[in-house]
């Protein structure tokens, strides 16, 4: 071709373009609106980063959203908008489409879960306190260190307490955003945590159980997904731990993501970007909370020999040489990015500093988890495994799934047992083997048998969800799990305002109170978190002390001007040591008892001041109390106790 004088463009230019712009050839290689907006949004975030270091006094790092630092927010919807670019780009991979009725079904579920939700909040009378306000607080605490110390000072903030912290801020960042708007109360904390994880979580669920749905090839799919919905979207486990304030649950999007990546993946071809997406989820998995590494050891590894023994069978040697380059290139990259947390994780005892959540290891844990479940979804968790095995095309799939359970039960409880929120890396094995037993069902032939079988399955599913639901007690009939979802109730929050009321008015940050009761319903923390976002009793009401091997000696029991302790006496590890001690003779020679709370529930708080001021009898008693205690853990208590002793003139 050859331009003409009066030709405004070439037309083989033309041609060109219209070929490039509008043909399916191109539109393989055309980055997609996400990628777009994820690309972007990462080049400014990273210019904001860069000013924050180097012109650190920039007005508008300062600017806030709603009293929130601007640059946490920007950060916080960076870290959801790259969250959901994975899931879209997963989606993708794997291929998988919604029908209609599926799609009429999720939101139907997310609908009921999210009226549940409500109302749970709107009706309970609650005090969060231990774990279950942690969060709450990392809350407060990230957004005063990004207002306070800039923005690239946040960041390294947040990366250190990923490699240090038994909670990171992981989870608060992306919080950070959707908390902003709203009253600062623990109340409103989780709500806001809750309906910002879980429309995430159940959609990337419900990929998976599409990804499932085409693995185990049930008959009638539409039925399928809805019992597979009902199922998960009302399993106890997954919601007890978030219904009392730790969104642990956003881990399990990660989890679930990296099982839709490997689920039918075996390395047949190179996959650079499922690659990627595999070790960004691994790093963020990691980061949501530490014991996640358990899942992450335990499915590699299970997925590994998957792959191994696939390959083999089939001759596929480029398949081994593929998986392998992945992991060590994995391996390389983790081993980077947490080397902190490596050195930290080799260089401490875990065993012996959780030794008091070591209720009985592996044996103990069996039980527990039975009754976590309860009879009637450890039946139906039966079926699918005897039905698994006895079906050739599932039996491969069954074994790895039980030991992925028994080894990660196994590596866990070599540290401590399980609590609700540290079920959650078990929810996967337990909704795959519950699958499997419904996708027999869907398989039946006799239309009645199928229509009994679903009928019993997830009519009873649907009750033990209601019985949860709607109980606050974990004493529930051993059929049903033993994971109530509501909060204790509780009757006694006038009293323990009374008792702040007095602390308030008596004590202040140079003489401090200290409480001896550690457990439950009485610990320091109910009477510091009774009344947030005000934290007035918090500045002179220390955490307090109790567990073996976590806490340090008390040194409130020698340098508070008063202690309050409870009748009965309420307590946990050595928290009944350290009262018995307190009422010892030669402590009380240094206090009288000053004023009585009765609680109105059968326990009454003593307030006791100091009128003796701390010596080296004292010191020395309580360190021969607990000689024990310091021959094993000598940093906690003579550490603790000859610091103390060197103030002694």
Same mark, same amino acid.
């Given at each position: ?102 799609? !009429? ?103 998976? !159980? ?74 963020? +998995?990691?980061?949501? =909370? ?22 083999? =069978? ?33 260089? +401490? ?42 079906? =050739? ?7 790895? +799934? ?98 702040? =009321? ?13 409480? !001896? ?45 008063? !202690? ?44 006791? +001041? ?40």
């Amino acid at each position: 071709m050859t331009q003409g004088k009066d030709e405004p463009c070439p037309s083989w230019l033309i041609e060109i373009i219209w070929h490039f712009a509008f043909t399916q050839s191109f539109r393989r290689y055309q980055l997609r609106i996400p990628h777009w907006i994820f690309i972007v949004y990462t080049l400014i975030l990273a210019i904001f980063l860069v000013l924050s270091v180097v012109f650190p006094g920039l007005s508008i790092l300062a600017l806030t959203v709603f009293g929130t630092n601007l640059m946490l927010v920007l950060l916080s919807v960076w870290a959801w908008v790259f969250i959901i670019w994975i899931i879209l780009e997963t989606k993708r991979i794997v291929g998988i489409r919604f029908t209609r009725k599926n799609k !009429i079904t999720f939101f139907i579920s997310l609908a009921v879960i999210f009226a549940y939700y409500s109302y749970s909040l709107l009706t309970r009378q609650f005090i969060y306190y231990w774990d279950y306000v942690l969060y709450y607080r990392m809350q407060g605490g990230i957004t005063t260190t990004f207002q306070t110390d800039g923005f690239f000072n946040g960041v390294v903030e947040v990366v250190k307490s990923v490699w240090y912290n038994a909670y990171s801020l992981f989870n608060n960042v992306l919080l950070a955003a959707p908390y902003a708007a709203v009253p600062k109360t623990p109340n409103w904390f989780v709500a806001v945590s809750s309906f910002s994880i879980l429309p995430v979580l159940y959609w990337v669920i419900a990929l998976w !159980i599409k990804a499932v749905e085409r693995l185990l090839q049930p008959k009638r799919s539409e039925l399928f997904f809805l019992g597979a919905m009902i199922l998960s979207a009302g399993f106890p486990l997954i919601h007890r731990a978030q219904l009392y304030g730790q969104p642990d649950f956003l881990g399990l999007i990660f989890v679930f993501l990296i099982l839709l990546l490997t689920i039918s993946y075996d390395f047949s071809k190179t996959d650079y970007k499922r690659y990627f997406f595999l070790i960004a989820l691994t790093i963020m +998995a990691c980061a949501s =909370r530490r014991w996640y590494e358990f899942w992450l050891a335990a499915y590699y590894a299970c997925y590994a020999v998957f792959v191994l023994v696939r390959s083999i =069978r089939g001759k596929a040697w480029s398949n081994i040489k593929r998986a392998v380059f992945f992991a060590l290139a994995a391996a390389i990259i983790l081993g980077i990015v947490f080397l902190p947390m490596i050195v930290t994780l080799f260089r +401490a005892n875990f065993a012996m500093s959780y030794s008091a959540y070591n209720s009985g290891g592996f044996p103990a844990e069996l039980k527990s988890q039975a009754q976590y479940l309860g009879l009637g979804l450890l039946a139906i968790l039966l079926i699918g495994i005897v039905y698994g095995i006895l079906r =050739r095309q599932y039996r491969e799939l069954i074994l790895l +799934a039980v030991a992925d359970w028994l080894l990660m039960v196994f590596l866990f409880t070599r540290i401590q047992n399980m609590g609700y929120h540290h079920t959650l890396i078990l929810v996967p094995v337990y909704l795959f083997l519950m699958l499997v037993g419904f996708a027999g069902v869907c398989r039946m032939e006799k239309n009645w048998l199928m229509v009994l079988s679903s009928v019993v399955i997830l009519g009873f599913g649907a009750v033990n969800t209601c019985v949860c639901a709607f109980s606050s007690a974990d004493t529930l009939p051993r059929v049903f799990s033993n994971a109530a979802l509501i909060p204790p109730q509780r009757t006694d929050i006038a009293q323990i305002r009374k008792v702040n =009321r007095w602390l308030v008015e008596h004590c202040n940050e140079s003489e401090s109170a200290y409480m !001896i009761p550690h457990g439950y319903p009485y610990n320091p923390d109910v009477f510091r978190s009774c009344d947030y976002p005000d934290s007035s009793v918090s500045n002179i009401l220390p955490y307090g002390s109790a567990v073996l091997g976590t806490h340090y000696f008390p040194d409130g029991l020698l340098l508070a001007k008063y !202690i309050l302790t409870c009748e009965p006496f309420c307590g946990i590890s050595i928290a009944e040591k350290y009262d018995s001690a307190f009422l010892s003779e030669i402590p009380q020679k240094h206090f009288t008892e000053v004023t009585r709370f009765d609680m109105g529930n059968g326990y009454v708080f003593i307030v006791y +001041a100091r009128i003796h001021p701390t010596d080296r009898e004292e010191i020395l008693f309580y360190k021969d109390y607990f000689s024990a205690e310091d021959k094993q853990f000598p940093e906690m208590f003579s550490g603790v106790l000859e610091e103390i002793l060197a103030t002694i003139k």
